[in-house]
T-cell receptor, first 117, second 114 residues
């Protein structure tokens, strides 16, 4: 069964500092991996996704993530944090699920990012 | 440019009451989902529908039923609401493909059961 673990429910950084949000996954098949962001009182929106084309994936708003199979990790980074990056971030893993096909996506518990001025 | 639309946005129920959350998507996606979001628990999959006419249980299906009415609509029903079902509910849709399964979310429905 697939699962996702996000290390750290809260991360605090100063504006301009490196952002590192950690995600480890478990999947019995080559996974599709995602990072989503949720701003207050909104739904989730896609930041980036890994689909095996390249191990380093670039997303929106300057975020990127690197797929490391040996470490079963897909950590999210951004070189320089902005105040507008304050939000909750979710890592997710997806593979085919159910007896009738389709994809089932499982989310981690989320990491709330605080950015200090 | 509606995407995924869910109603109602807010609802307060008494224990034992029933209600249906409605969801519709206009992106012609085959797959639709219902998630619930609770503090510290992330999003947990309640039910999903891989395609029109099919539904499957997710991680936390107990106490819920779903109906895939047509390709556009996927409703979630609470037959006898319990305080443990107080949560934020998200409907979502996606399209299968070789590049994976990007999910598009509605804006959420805040449900309180008292």
């Amino acid at each position: 069964a697939q699962s996702v673990t996000q290390l750290g429910s809260h991360v605090s950084v100063s504006e301009g500092a490196l952002v590192l949000l950690r995600c480890n996954y478990s999947s019995s098949v080559p996974p599709y991996l995602f990072w989503y962001v949720q701003y207050p009182n909104q739904g989730l929106q896609l930041l980036l996704k890994y689909t095996s084309a390249a191990t380093l994936v670039k997303g929106i708003n300057g975020f990127e993530a690197e797929f490391k199979k040996s470490e079963t990790s897909f950590h999210l980074t951004k070189p320089s944090a902005h105040m507008s990056d304050a939000a909750e971030y979710f890592c997710a893993v997806s593979d085919k699920g159910g007896r009738r096909g389709g994809f089932k996506t499982i989310f981690g518990a989320g990491t709330r990012l605080f950015v200090k001025a | 440019n509606a995407g995924v639309t869910q109603t109602p946005k807010f609802q307060v129920l008494k224990t034992g009451q029933s209600m249906t959350l409605q969801c519709a998507q206009d992106m012609n996606h085959n797959s639709m989902y219902w998630y619930r979001q609770d503090p510290g628990m992330g999003l947990r999959l309640i039910y999903y529908s891989a395609s029109e006419g099919t539904t499957d249980k997710g991680e936390v299906p107990n106490g819920y039923n779903v109906s895939r009415l047509n390709k556009r609509e996927f409703s979630l029903r609470l037959e006898s609401a319990a305080p443990s079902q107080t949560s934020v509910y998200f409907c979502a849709s996606s399209e299968w493909g070789a590049s994976g399964n990007t999910i598009y979310f509605g804006e959420g429905s805040w449900l309180t059961v008292v």
